[in-house]
């Protein structure tokens, strides 16, 4: 999702970063900065400050920075538009209106015009839920165990019977035809043209997105009728495959581990036991965008899909790619119980709560699953297990976990460590020649090489501004990294060239991820106290000039093929082994 700069701009002009933090930790004011104990780690003596001036925030003890947008991401396991979202309803700005002023292309008022839409059909189905003719369906939920409280904490509700109902409520309120059928609540007759509602005798489960809003429903049929459980279709609001159930409410806290379910039932009662970190995928197969959703809320996640062999196969197509995302994964199958539901209600909390500290590695659950298409008894048979085995464990990513698990598999299967790590070998080898194609990873990149050298010289010129006429004449904006680096080191030599503050407004704009933040806070607040000793500092300048100038000469002799420049640059090499700074005449 996309937010022009002006939304940008009006929100965090508006969202005080003092005011924010202060929510999750004690501030003191302290000069032009407020003080206090750091929310991302533990520690007795405040080491974290915020920026009134700068609204950016940093930790002198575990590097943590930002700006409000940032904050609230880390804090809050939020996406940069969520984070948005999350701050313009905390200062009260109508998001939606801003939208339709900065429209794109329609998009905007539809959404904004979908939501309005969902919101109706949400209290609609809740209030019909409750409506003395359909107590047939409030008793189903009864029935299972569901509270009043617990219907109103999930928005439960109720689809009547008569297929038109809710589209003629919503006419009455003057809603288009084709608005309504596109937002997904509503089908249009193919060969008589008429509009009818789309859940109709169902029980409804509203589907938020991470802000609580409803973005789809699920409705589940009571009585005869297939399909037993109905989605709403892809939106402009909705995409099941970056849609998990229950997170709206499970990402509101920090937990261990995550549990991933099959239903909408399994995730209510396992709320309801207080396991309130679990979700849903919502009918459809794990994705990496499901995955990608869970790594911001847990390193770790255990699997509690149904206890049938679909729920075994959809928990070894999971393993993979939660794995890919760089999740510990367990697999709890529950043996006597069909789902995470019905266990609870036949053996209680505690006895779940146990299960889920034992559950086993994905590992063993793989196994256990390989072990049980193989009749071990015959010599054959256990060869071809072992073969599998051995490819199981090549493909796996840590070697630590390949020795723990291949002196596991040995003993347990009374084969020779040796043979099987010989087997191991083949398919590791393997592995290893297959060129993968990877994305460029630019921001883990962020603190590596030489760039650590580059920031702590730009800290140092930002935060003693006095240096920057001795060190001018060495240094050019070119000599730095690209992208955000040479973007900070233009900004920040401008600045104190021409005597004036950098932009920070900028740099909050244009670099929105979390590791950018952290980087472009740590040059602004970071000031570094050993640099009051001048012959360190001098020292430090000194050698990155040097380094700098040295690399950014190795670049241009690989670019050109002049030689009369080829010799101009490798005479400024030599010299620069004689470079001296005179800090003290200039």
């Avoid at 974290?48 to 947008?69: E, H, I, R, T």
Wanted: charged share 30%.
């Amino acid at each position: 999702m996309y937010y022009s700069d002006e939304i940008i701009d009006r929100i965090r002009e508006q969202s005080d970063i003092i005011s924010i933090i202060s929510e999750y930790t004690a501030l003191t004011r302290k000069g032009h900065s407020h003080t206090g104990l750091c929310p991302f780690h533990n520690e007795k003596t405040p080491s974290f400050s915020v920026s009134d001036d700068k609204q950016m925030y940093y930790c002198f003890g575990c590097g943590a920075g930002g700006n409000v947008f940032t904050f609230v991401m880390q804090k809050e396991n939020m996406t940069f538009p969520e984070a948005i979202q999350f701050l313009a309803e905390k200062v009260n700005i109508d998001l939606d209106g801003m939208e339709k002023q900065y429209d794109d292309g329609g998009k905007a008022n539809k959404k904004a015009l979908f939501l309005e839409i969902y919101k109706k059909a949400a209290r609609y189905y809740y209030y019909s839920l409750n409506a003395k003719e359909n107590e047939h369906a409030l008793n189903y939920f009864h029935q299972r165990g569901i509270s009043d409280d617990v219907i109103k904490h999930f928005g439960l509700g109720y689809a009547p019977a008569d297929y038109n109902i809710f589209y003629r409520m919503m006419k009455q309120e003057g809603y288009q035809d084709e608005d309504l059928v596109e937002s997904g609540l509503f089908i249009k007759s193919k060969s008589k043209g008429v509009v009818f509602d789309r859940f109709s005798d169902r029980v409804m489960f509203p589907i938020f997105n991470a802000n609580k809003k409803v973005v789809a429903f699920g409705g589940r049929i009571l009585g005869e009728g297939q399909p037993k459980y109905l989605n709403s279709p892809e939106s402009l609001l909705f995409d099941k495959s970056r849609t998990l159930y229950g997170l709206h409410i499970a990402r509101q806290n920090k937990y261990p581990y995550f549990i991933l379910v099959e239903g909408y039932m399994d995730v209510i009662a396992m709320h309801m036991a207080g396991f309130t970190q679990t979700v849903a995928s919502l009918g459809t197969a794990f994705t990496e965008g499901h995955a990608r959703l869970l790594k911001r809320c847990a390193e770790q996640v255990v699997i509690l899909y149904d206890s049938d062999s679909a729920g075994k196969k959809a928990a070894l197509r999971a393993i993979p790619i939660l794995r890919g995302q760089g999740i510990q994964v367990k697999v709890l199958q529950l043996e006597d119980s069909k789902d995470p539901d019905e266990f609870l209600k036949k053996h209680g909390k505690e006895e779940m709560q146990k299960l889920l500290e034992e559950a086993e590695s994905h590992v063993w659950f793989r196994i256990k699953e390989i072990e049980s298409q193989y009749h071990l008894e015959l010599p054959d048979e256990k060869v071809k297990f072992l073969q599998e085995l051995a490819k199981l464990l090549g493909n796996l990513e840590s070697s630590i976990e390949q020795s723990i698990y291949t002196k596991e598999i040995a003993s347990k299967y009374q084969v020779s460590l040796e043979a099987l790590e010989a087997e191991i070998k083949k398919y590791y080898v393997a592995k290893q020649n297959i060129p993968v194609q990877r994305a460029p990873q630019m921001k883990e990149q962020l603190g590596t090489g030489t760039i650590p050298m580059q920031l702590e010289f730009l800290c140092t010129i930002y935060n003693y501004p006095n240096i920057y006429k001795y060190v001018e004449p060495f240094i050019e904006a070119e000599m730095f990294e690209e992208g955000l680096i040479a973007d900070l080191a233009c900004a920040i030599l401008e600045a104190r060239k021409s005597a004036r503050e950098v932009d920070a407004t900028y740099f909050n704009n244009r670099y929105t991820d979390i590791k950018e933040q952290k980087i472009i806070s740590t040059i602004f607040m970071k000031k570094d106290e050993r640099y009051e000793e001048e012959d360190l500092m001098h020292k430090m300048l000194e050698e990155t000039i040097k380094r700098l100038n040295s690399n950014h000469i190795e670049k241009r002799l690989k670019c050109t093929a002049d030689i009369q420049e080829v010799q101009a640059l490798l005479m400024k090499k030599r010299s620069l082994d004689k470079l001296h700074i005179d800090f003290i005449n200039g």
